[in-house]
């Protein structure tokens, strides 16, 4: 099991996109604007993130959990994950409603219940408020789903409640267009399906016991995204290793603990952050050790690897 | 028409410059003769030296191109848009005066360009003759072909689709011969807009008899998202079911709701705004006030994953939906 948090890191260009908008826009005549372009990404939002894997089924469940900071100006009525992996079995809480989006790699939780409307409430043909939509402050969990890839690192979107744009007629709206969902929302990174099985950095300097210990869907010396998640896997070829024996030390920190079982076999991951983790804009240094037997032998060995890797 | 190239020189963006030449009689031509004067259609191309040059097209040629639909093809031009999507859409044309037997030019011959309405085109079924629908114009639609048997002109489309009937006529100013006309059409439109079609899960609005009777054409990708977005809603709300109403018209360009006389308060004329964005066929109004909050609240949502802009406008109430990825031309 896997527990982590993550803030977001950066938010999209909207304000500049407004305010190249308003230039654009000067042209016509006063627009009569009911409701003006809303930044929707005005929210604070941490995720906290779980995977774990079902050796029956063969699937990672990933669940989250979503807390609004004080720091919000809106409500958070949605939350998506980039990930263009296989998802399926999602559930969310009351009154919101998980599902893909068409045509782009994101899958997406949004509040829906809109019962019991404001008692102030007046339909004025926008779009009404959810009554279960993330209030700053608040955290919220049951967000989950699964998926057959394992984890990395992925991004997330999440969106405020801000009425849609609304004038009386189409001309009003001279000069202004509607940004679509990522490029309204906060932005930040957290752990998802995505992670290509296909890669195995296993060392490659002693065939004989580069198997002991592999890195799983990372090269070496690859440019990663905060949060760092590493995959390890050992007994790669089916090896005999001894787990008691690993080591790991991040830019000469252990962080052997770090690597969590996620219950697929050997398999372990390991999540860093700035916070609470040696990990380091720049360059990175994971060394890793293990002993097992040396296959057609019965001989022990160590297997010593060293991963570089860097943050931008 | 493969070899034809863009004129160099010339303010055409896009499109291929097309040369028309009027074919007459040798230099000295007289009135009795004049019953013999043919069409031929002629064309500029670039050698393979680089070097641009004028065919007179034959005989043959001309006919095909003649038995087309339309001579020439091109989008409707965008204007007074500040979002800065404004394009004049244009095509260069070269007019000539030849010899059909010789194919000689015949220089200094004067020709003038007309242009015709035609009538129920372009998904527009209303006409007063005090609004007539703009056919662009050719600039200048007059001239000389001078010394060097060439009178360049460029046609730029009007923001209204639709065809438009052009009309050549030439004088060889000095044979004095009168070269009889040709008629050929001009196809304004946006390309490969798709009829959405009637279907149990929605229902389509507002058609208007004898103004615009089909009002749903977009394109592939924004009639698949039409189709989704109303599938998905009927599948949350069974029995429900979105009524659709404007995309575009058939040939896209400017779809002038308030083409009759008082059709709209703010009192806009045929072949004007409003329902500027609805000529490319990526953006339709949905009616609103049929639709409870739960089920707003549900469509914003569907809409929002499928990649569909939402805004609000109230005369009359309804969401005004937009397929980002698709520009206009």
């Keep these: ?312 | 028409m493969s070899q034809i190239s863009t004129y160099r020189g010339s303010m055409c963006r896009s499109l291929r410059a097309t040369a028309i030449a009027i074919a007459g009689m040798a230099a000295v031509v007289s009135a009795a003769f004049a019953a013999d004067l043919r069409i031929g259609i002629g064309e500029r191309y670039v050698d393979e030296s680089g070097q641009e040059q004028m065919r007179v097209m034959t005989m043959e040629e001309f006919m095909a191109a003649a038995a087309t639909p339309q001579f020439f093809e091109i989008r409707p031009s965008v204007r007074f848009l500040s979002s800065g999507n404004n394009v004049e859409q244009e095509n260069n044309v070269a007019f000539a005066c030849v010899n059909a037997f010789t194919g000689q030019l015949i220089l200094f011959c004067d020709i003038t360009v007309t242009l015709e309405d035609v009538i129920d085109d372009g998904g527009h079924h209303h006409v007063d003759p005090a609004f007539p629908r703009p056919l662009g114009e050719f600039d200048p639609p007059s001239g000389n072909s001078g010394a060097d048997g060439f009178f360049d002109t460029t046609y730029i489309a009007p923001e209204v689709s639709g065809s438009v009937l052009f009309r050549v006529v030439g004088v060889d100013t000095i044979g004095g011969a009168f070269i009889p006309p040709i008629e050929l059409s001009i196809l304004v439109r946006v390309p490969n807009l798709v009829n959405l079609p009637p279907s149990p899960i929605y229902d389509l609005i507002g058609d208007v008899p004898g103004v615009h009777i089909f009002n749903h054409f977009g394109t592939s990708v924004m009639n698949a998202k039409v189709t989704k977005l109303a599938t998905a809603f009927t599948a949350k709300f069974p029995g429900r079911k979105l009524e659709l109403n404007d995309i575009s018209l058939p040939l896209g360009g400017i779809f002038d709701v308030c083409a009759r006389a008082g059709d709209c308060a703010s009192g806009q004329k045929p072949w004007q705004f409003p329902h500027r964005t609805h000529r490319f066929g990526d953006n339709i109004d949905v009616r609103s006030f049929t639709v409870s909050a739960t089920e707003k609240r549900e469509f914003e949502k569907i809409a929002t994953r499928l990649k569909l802009t939402l805004k609000v406008e109230n005369k009359p109430p309804h969401f005004h939906l937009t397929f980002f990825g698709t520009l206009p031309p």
């Design chain 1, 1 to 312: 099991m896997l527990d982590f948090e993550r803030h977001a890191v950066r938010k999209p260009g909207l304000l500049a996109i407004m305010l190249a908008l308003s230039c654009v826009s000067a042209t016509p005549a006063a627009a009569e604007i009911i409701v003006p372009l809303i930044d929707r990404s005005q929210v604070d939002v941490t995720v906290s993130v779980d995977v774990q894997f079902d050796a029956l089924t063969g699937f990672y469940t990933y669940s989250y959990q979503l807390t609004s900071g004080l720091g919000s100006v809106l409500d958070v009525e949605s939350f998506a994950v980039e990930t263009n992996a296989e998802v399926l079995n999602a559930q969310a809480p009351a009154g919101w409603d998980p599902g893909p989006f068409d045509d782009q790699p994101l899958f997406d939780f949004a509040a829906v219940q809109v019962e019991p409307l404001p008692p102030d409430y007046v339909d004025t043909g926008n779009i009404p408020p959810s009554a279960v939509s993330i209030k700053p402050g608040e955290t919220l969990g049951g967000f989950s789903f699964q998926s057959p890839e394992g984890p990395t690192t992925v991004l997330f979107y999440a969106q405020g409640y801000a009425p849609v744009p609304q004038a009386d007629d189409e001309d009003d709206f001279e000069g202004i267009e509607i940004p679509i969902f990522t490029e309204n929302s906060f932005i930040g990174s957290t752990v998802g399906p995505g992670r290509d099985d296909g890669v195995v950095f296993a060392g490659g300097r002693r065939p004989s016991v580069d198997g002991f210990l592999g890195f799983v869907g990372v090269n070496d010396r690859d440019t990663l995204i905060l949060p760092v998640v590493i995959s390890l896997r050992f007994a790669v070829n089916g090896e005999t290793v001894d787990t008691s024996t690993f080591t790991a030390q991040l830019n000469r920190v252990d962080v052997a603990g770090s690597f969590q079982p996620t219950g697929n076999g050997d398999e372990r991951v390991g999540i860093f952050d700035l916070a609470g983790s040696p990990v380091v804009v720049g360059r990175n240094v994971l060394v890793t050790s293990i002993d097992g037997i040396v296959p057609g032998t019965a001989r022990t060995a160590s297997d010593g690897d060293a991963l570089t890797f860097f943050i931008d």
